[in-house]
């Protein structure tokens, strides 16, 4: 019975229907029987690509290697405990999960959907062509427990899959752009810009229907600058934002702080190639960057400013927002990180060779996590690291400006709601550790681009390559 219940989840591997729990994962009969088959110790796969081939399920027969590594991210392993004796905690997540998925199918099937955010499948038509800054996201509540997102979303798939200059044309349209998209396209309704806009120019246009997002004004009456909403308004409106596109909810994560990987799953990792390492985490980047996009789409005002400045303030801002988030992922007990659906210490990055910066990184994690911040404050923090009208390159500087000040305003009403005034000041300090993270990042990119030009240039997704720009950006940007 169970079992039935189970098959509404697809195959973690590949996507296919899934046939129950196999191996301690919820799998299809063909992933079944391919993990089986791949533990009889006279087979030994390798890659012949990147080490990181997507699986679906039209692909999957392509890479074994591949698959198999995907297959024991996801936690499959020989002596996986069977169904019925998983612990109850397991058993309840299985649940929830199970619950989560049916909830979606209903909602799918009646197409009422409370919040008109239609789980997102990039079309024929808009893939490769599409500026990757404006791909909307598939609400967070849909993701399910542990299979957090797709190994790798079909979307960015679909880029490493087009010719490679094609890519980078559809990543760097916004480029040759004019100012053409003028906010004379939001319509007085303040139901958004012009859907029939699909040049690449519209570069943040995404129609706001399809975005999720409630307007702020049910009157209609057009508000250019939130200063006069007030601002217990503003608060709600960006935590919302930030619950709406966190990737992962809070109680999820801390649901999976006891799946840590194995000393096998390490050795995979570890024993990528730089390059395939590398690559693998410039997909997981670029997903998170993604919803930071979306998410700095749904702060109130933003959509307002000129698209270049959107545009530049997601350049230089939506990396130090991965970071503040990546510290809700963080579990401070044991130093480990949520990455590919199980926390991961230092050790595991091993092959990106960039032991300095990860070293940075989990110890700002592990700074940040000290203050203790709600999700409510990490929520207006985040806005007022992307929300930053000293960053270079901006057309309109007060409009950052005015804008910054509604945020700071509202993050000042919280901590002092909270009693809690103290922690701007430390909030302020932890901006500039920001800047310098972000610093290393891009000096480390240099390095691998040095190293390996042809990866960056064909696998690397090109919404990564949009955001951290060519060799003359990279020099822009290192210099901020
Ligand atoms: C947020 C990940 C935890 C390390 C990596 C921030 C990298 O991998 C590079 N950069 C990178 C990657 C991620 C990131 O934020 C995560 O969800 C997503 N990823 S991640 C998670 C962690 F400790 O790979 O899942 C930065 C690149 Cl792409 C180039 C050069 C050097 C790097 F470290």
């Not at 996507?15 to 006279?42: A, L, M, N, P, W």
């Not at 997102?149 to 916004?174: D, F, I, K, R, T």
């Not at 007022?384 to 409009?399: A, F, G, Q």
Request: hydrophobic share 35%; charged share 25%.
């Amino acid at each position: 019975m169970m079992r039935a219940q189970i098959e509404v989840i697809p195959c973690k591997i590949c996507g296919d229907k899934s046939s129950g729990v196999h191996y301690g994962v919820i799998t299809c009969e063909g992933c079944k029987g391919f993990f089986r088959r791949s533990q009889s110790s006279s087979v030994q796969y390798s890659c012949s690509r990147q080490s990181n081939c997507p699986i679906d399920r039209a692909s999957r027969n392509r890479c074994q290697s591949c698959r198999l590594k995907k297959c024991v991210a996801q936690g499959m392993s020989r002596d996986a405990v069977k169904f019925g004796r998983m612990s109850k905690r397991q058993r309840d997540s299985l649940f929830a999960e199970v619950e989560r998925h049916r909830q979606q199918q209903r909602l799918q099937a009646n197409q009422v959907d409370p919040q008109p955010l239609p789980a997102y499948r990039p079309s024929k038509e808009s893939r490769g062509h599409s500026p990757h800054l404006i791909q909307p996201l598939a609400p967070t509540y849909s993701y399910s427990l542990d299979q957090e997102l797709p190994n790798c979303p079909p979307e960015v798939h679909s880029y490493l899959g087009c010719v490679a200059g094609e890519a980078q044309n559809a990543a760097l349209g916004y480029r040759s752009s004019q100012r053409s998209v003028e906010n004379s396209s939001f319509s007085a309704t303040g139901r958004g810009f012009d859907s029939r806009r699909s040049t690449p120019e519209a570069i943040l246009s995404i129609p706001i229907s399809e975005m999720g997002l409630r307007p702020f004004d049910p009157e209609g009456s057009f508000c250019p600058y939130p200063t006069s909403m007030h601002i217990e308004e503003l608060c709600t409106s960006i935590v919302r934002s930030h619950r709406e596109t966190s990737q992962y909810r809070l109680e999820e994560i801390q649901a999976l702080r006891w799946k840590i990987f194995s000393r096998e799953e390490i050795h995979v990792y570890q024993s990528k190639s730089v390059d395939g390492m590398w690559q693998h985490c410039a997909v997981r980047l670029t997903d998170a960057v993604q919803y930071v996009v979306e998410f700095a789409k749904r702060i109130p005002g933003f959509r307002q400013l000129g698209q270049n400045d959107q545009i530049a303030l997601l350049k230089s801002g939506s990396m130090e927002v991965v970071l503040v988030r990546m510290s809700r992922m963080f579990n401070t007990e044991n130093s480990t990180v949520f990455f590919d659906g199980k926390f991961a210490g230092t050790e595991l990055f091993r092959s990106l060779a960039c032991g300095d910066f990860i070293a940075a990184v989990f110890d700002f994690a592990h700074s940040l996590c000290a203050l203790r911040l709600t999700e409510q404050q990490v929520a207006l923090f985040s806005a007022l690291v992307l929300i930053n009208s000293d960053r270079p390159c901006l057309e309109d500087r007060d409009r950052v400006l005015r804008v910054r000040k509604e945020v700071e305003m509202a993050l000042s009403h919280i901590l002092h709601r909270d009693n809690q005034e103290s922690l701007l000041h430390k909030l302020y300090q932890k901006v500039s550790q920001l800047k310098s993270l972000c610093v290393l990042h891009i000096e480390k990119l240099r390095w691998f681009r040095q190293q390996y030009p042809l990866t960056v240039n064909s696998l690397f997704p090109p919404l990564y390559k949009e955001l951290f720009g060519s060799d003359t950006d990279i020099q822009a940007m290192a210099t901020l």
